[in-house]
């Protein structure tokens, strides 16, 4: 794990949500594909159901509760201000994405 991979869950949200469908899509055809054929991958891909935002939702919160605000905040040792801009970026998206999981319950 690299700082960069943490980079999509900071972006807008619109960006991050677009990333996290497509992120999803990608897991989606790796667990039906057999072999790592980029064609096969991508054909299957095609295939995939469109996943439920709250779905996406909880997906990126483990992501970021697990892996990208621990390294946000190990990243302090080497810049104190990238780190608080990094974190309260994805705290924003935290924000977005636990409305959409709290709007998708109340449903």
């Not at 040792?77 to 709290?102: D, G, P, Y």
């Amino acid at each position: 794990m690299k700082l960069c991979d943490i980079a999509n869950v900071i972006r807008d949200f619109e960006d991050a949500r677009e990333w996290a469908r497509l992120l999803t899509f990608e897991f989606e055809a790796m667990g039906t594909v057999e072999n790592n054929d980029p064609t096969k991958l991508i054909e299957q891909q095609q295939r995939c159901e469109e996943p439920r935002i709250e779905d996406l939702a909880k997906l990126t919160l483990g992501f970021m509760v697990v892996f990208a605000i621990p390294m946000a905040r190990s990243f302090e040792a080497v810049s104190k201000a990238a780190s608080e801009f990094i974190l309260t970026e994805m705290l924003m998206n935290m924000q977005t994405w636990l409305a959409l999981v709290q709007s998708s319950a109340d449903l």
